[in-house]
């Protein structure tokens, strides 16, 4: 059962008047930027601009100081947001963690199909190891389509011969191209932010023609034997859930060190409201303690 403040949240937003329809990808962006780019930083947080491997980023530090790095690609379907409009999330999770988030501006589809979201994740990595990060202070992380970079980023490196990173934390992921999930039928009625549709529209341009098949593509559908341990979560609400649930079956499958967590009744990415309500809390609590736990520090 949901908690009281997560229900008064979801009345609040179902009472607000739907916006206008955006005239263009363009503008729905420039919404999203609107909105959440304007968030502010997490008290004791720096914000700091830079370029990893010919990719932008932003980086949020404790100002504390910190021992772990969170690399974390954003969601959007691939065609929306930015690292800019996950600031505020990022900063969030780096107080929360104390550890470093950076947060990968990748490009975006149409302009830039597949591979270039995947390449530009896995550029970033690389580009920290050249600087001198330890592999083992390292968890790669994202939601939706980002969740599935995430497996794309720790897949990718295996193959390339790169050193691993301590662990994968991929959250409500998109991690299957072909849209091929039950849930997206059994959850089409309790998900208001993704749907079959969307996923058509949003794998059609982000593919451009591409196998969807293909293992940075579709992580979930590739062989993931070798790779560092992994949590994984998904609300019971979400047209994902069997993206999720079978990319966990497929990792225990493969030997790996899987952690894995359906919360019932929450919806895509709920992550994101931390700290407004207990299930946000409770899911950012666990990404803090698998981070902790997999990477000592």
């Known amino acids: 059962m949901a908690s009281a403040e997560f229900h008064a949240l979801q009345e609040r937003l179902a009472s607000q008047p739907p916006p206008p329809p955006p005239a263009s990808l363009q503008e729905l962006r420039d919404r999203i930027e609107a909105a959440q780019g304007a968030l ?3 008290d004791g947080t720096t914000r700091a601009d830079v370029g990893l491997g010919g990719v932008r980023c932003v980086i949020l530090t404790p100002d504390a100081g910190w021992t772990a790095t ?6 959007g379907g691939f065609r929306l947001a930015s690292a800019n409009a996950y600031a505020s999330f990022g900063s969030r999770l780096a107080a929360a963690s104390g550890a470093r988030v950076v947060l990968v501006d990748y490009r975006l589809a149409p302009e830039h199909p597949f591979p270039a979201a995947a390449e530009d994740s896995l550029a970033v990595y690389g580009a920290l190891l050249a ?4 592999p083992a202070s390292v968890v790669v992380a994202g939601d939706s389509a980002g969740g599935g970079l995430t497996m794309s980023v720790l897949v990718g490196a295996r193959d390339r011969g790169m050193p691993l990173p301590a662990g994968g934390a991929p959250l409500s992921p998109w991690a299957d191209l072909t849209n091929s999930g039950e849930s997206y039928v059994t959850r089409a ?6 749907s079959m549709n969307s996923a058509t529209e949003a794998a059609a341009l982000y593919l451009n023609g591409a196998d969807p098949t293909h293992p940075l593509a579709s992580p979930g559908l590739a062989d993931l034997a070798g790779l560092p341990p992994l949590l994984i979560h998904v609300g019971d609400a979400e047209v994902l859930l069997d993206d999720a649930r079978n990319l966990a079956a497929r990792a225990e499958a493969a030997g790996l060190d899987v952690s894995f967590r359906i919360f019932p ?5 709920w992550h994101l409201a931390y700290p407004a309500y207990p299930e946000a809390v409770d899911a950012v609590e666990e990404i803090v303690a698998f981070v902790r736990r997999v990477t000592g520090s």
């Open 265 to 269: 009744e929450m919806p895509h990415v």
């Open 131 to 134: 600087d001198g990060t330890d």
């Open 40 to 42: 502010p930083l997490a």
């Open 70 to 75: 969170v690399l974390y690609m954003h969601g």
């Open 189 to 194: 009625d309790a998900d208001k932010l993704f």
